[in-house]
């Protein structure tokens, strides 16, 4: 997953074209991507191999597959 970002943003890039986007746009998105990585890794590091505890990353997705359901339906 980590591995495909770089790919990602050179094809939005060429996509993007002549387009231009808002500074609110690209705050958004690299307060997100800062975000989400930071997430990762305290993630990884302290919940999965630290504590080698499954137990809280099942509550995680569990909790994340029903707020989602609860938006879908």
Known sequence: FLMA????FGASLISLGTESLSPD???AT???FVV??????FLFNYI???RK???WFG???L??????????I
């Not at 989400?36 to 890794?41: A, P, Q, R, V, W």
């Open 63 to 72: 909790l994340l597959a029903l707020f989602l359901l609860f938006f879908i």
């Open 25 to 27: 746009l690209i705050w």
């Open 36 to 41: 989400g990585l930071i997430t990762i890794h």
């Open 5 to 8: 970002i770089p790919i990602i």
């Open 53 to 55: 505890n499954f137990r």
């Open 59 to 61: 509550i995680y997705c």
């Open 48 to 50: 999965l191999i630290s």
């Open 30 to 32: 690299l307060v997100s």
